[in-house]
């Protein structure tokens, strides 16, 4: 079915509000959800909700959590998110770390306890609106193969990158080191359409397409030796600094079981502590040279991380998108259990189906 942003935000709210989440944190996770969906990014959107409930049941998360941050050097915020939803913990660490960097230049948050984070390109925009750089690496359940290996140990562990501008867009770099991710498989199954090749295997080893097969498998590292290898340096980053698990010890983000023990890491950087205004206009003028270069025969255009994302939503807020109906019942179906209706199954390991 077609659904319009506001729709699915107001939905969203009305879950989340039902199972206890206060007005403002139910609103920027609901916003949150639905800015995936609007970049064509399903396996961060609306489907995650489900699970979301079946934490919160479970005192897994606790929404009116309230983070403890606390400074622990000139530049380096430890944070335990107290359990909280992802989104308003990041938040609020964000505006931390730029008040911060402000200061001196640069700032890094080391999150544990903290729910899920989803899409990471929200919070890069975020921080390249106030004129600062971001980097962003967290870690996931051990989803993915080791490059020659067959048995998932290692996170889909993504990073995002943004980079402001003087004129233009920025740079808003967010991906996975996985071919794929979890939500997006779970995704195809839902919509009954193949994976893409080369992007999992089977519980056999073999190559999947069959988005069922792959979930009893594993997920294949971007660029195989190349990506394994930076998702295993992320692994090791993140676990390192933030004291949280490592490989099949992280759980949290795709089940209704078990505790959180993934990490999180912002450093939020100044450019006034750097080059400056000057290096920004030099920065924004070598993006718009990419952008004007000639494209490649058969390529629309040259492309920089962020812009597809950008279009994609301008087009599906104009126009809206679609969700699978079964998962727009279920949500009602949430809305009304919450608020003391009907009970409703949860789902566990992910499958939000």
């Given amino acids: 079915m077609r659904v319009f942003a506001e729709q699915a935000r107001q939905r969203a709210v009305e879950v989340l509000e039902a199972h206890g989440a206060p007005a403002p944190v139910a609103a920027a996770q609901a916003d949150h959800l639905v800015e995936a969906d609007l970049r064509d990014r399903p396996s961060h959107g609306i ?188 692994q090791l980053i993140v676990g390192t600094i933030t004291g949280t698990a490592f490989g099949e010890e992280v759980t949290g983000t795709l089940d209704t079981t078990y505790p959180v023990t993934k990490g999180d890491l912002f450093l939020v950087l100044d450019p006034e502590f750097g080059g400056g205004v000057e290096a920004l206009r030099r920065g924004s003028a070598f993006l718009a040279q990419l952008r004007g270069s000639e494209p490649a025969a058969g390529s629309e255009r040259v492309w920089v991380p962020g812009d597809r994302s950008r279009r994609t939503r301008a087009v599906r807020a104009a126009s809206g998108y679609e969700v699978p109906g079964e998962l727009w019942s279920q949500l009602g179906r949430l809305r009304r259990a919450g608020a003391g209706g009907e009970p409703v199954g949860l789902s566990r390991g992910g499958d939000v189906r």
């Fill in 47 to 234: 489907q995650r909700l489900p699970t979301l409930v079946g934490r919160i049941r479970h005192g897994l998360l606790r929404p009116a959590a309230v983070p403890e941050l606390r400074w622990i050097s000139g530049s380096l915020l430890e944070v335990d998110g107290g359990l909280g939803l992802g989104p308003p913990v990041a938040f609020r660490v964000l505006e931390a770390l730029v008040g911060r960097a402000r200061g001196c230049g640069i700032s890094l948050a080391a999150i544990a306890r903290a729910g899920h984070l989803g899409m990471l390109a929200p919070y890069l925009e975020w921080c390249v609106e106030r004129g600062v750089l971001v980097v962003a690496l967290t870690t996931s359940e051990a989803l993915v193969h080791p490059h020659g290996g067959r048995r998932p140990l290692i996170g889909t562990n993504p990073i995002g990158i943004g980079v402001p501008v003087l004129d233009g867009e920025p740079l808003v770099l967010d991906m996975a080191t996985a071919a794929i991710s979890k939500g997006a498989i779970i995704a195809a199954a839902q919509r009954g359409v193949s994976l893409p090749t080369g992007v999992a295997i089977d519980a056999s080893g073999m190559p999947t397409s069959d988005p069922v097969a792959a979930t009893d498998g594993a997920i294949s590292p971007f660029g195989g030796a190349k990506g394994y290898g930076l998702g295993l340096a992320i």
